[in-house]
């Protein structure tokens, strides 16, 4: 088929591939026209979900307790992505000298009950007062867990370690803390 223009400015008879490379670039592509799953790639952000916490939570427990934060039930967007998980800021302390605490990562699909899948983070009284959350986890359900297909969720979850001791996962203090938030980005795997 020859390669006409009409008068409209219409193009016709160019096959699928049958321009040269290069000649296509973002802005000549109009404002989204092109779709979510031809813009993707490994680690392209696909969805993410934030939980904050703005009032003191403690725990003397040593098992581990929920901590309130969680996605909330979601369906991923693919079957096989990575889920990054990760509590940043906040405050965690204790008034005694043999309290620990440990946060940890829990995940469940549809109505099942939340698995653990890891620590992230660790604090031991012996640390700076006030010591902020930082840690993270990689995770992926189709390989560690089986998942197919269906809704699934996020916990954090915190502990006190053994000494029965009060273990503050947030302390929430003027000029020092005041929230912790919980992040879970779904990663493109592919």
Do not use: W
């Not at 992505?81 to 000298?97: E, P, V």
């Not at 029965?164 to 990663?187: A, H, P």
């Amino acid at each position: 088929m020859p390669i006409s223009i009409n008068g409209s400015g219409t193009i016709t008879g160019v096959s699928v591939g049958g321009l040269p490379d290069g000649i296509v670039d973002t802005d000549t592509i109009a404002a989204n026209a092109v779709t979510l799953a031809k813009k993707q790639g490994f680690g392209q952000v696909l969805q993410y979900f934030v939980a904050t916490l703005s009032s003191t939570t403690t725990t003397t427990s040593d098992a581990d307790v929920p901590t309130g934060l969680d996605t909330g039930d979601f369906t991923p967007k693919k079957a096989n992505s990575n889920f990054y998980c990760m509590a940043i800021g906040g405050a965690q302390n204790s008034d005694s000298t043999s309290a620990k605490g440990v946060t940890s990562i829990y995940y469940r699909t549809g109505s099942a009950t939340p698995g653990f899948q890891g620590y992230i983070n660790a604090y031991n009284f012996g640390a700076p007062d006030h010591s902020p959350h930082s840690g993270a986890l990689i995770h992926n359900p189709s390989t560690s867990n089986g998942y197919t297909s269906g809704t699934m969720r996020f916990y954090l979850y915190m502990r006190e370690v053994g000494s029965g001791q009060t273990y503050r996962f947030l302390q929430v203090t003027g000029g020092q803390s005041s929230r912790i938030n919980f992040v879970v980005l779904e990663l493109d795997a592919d």
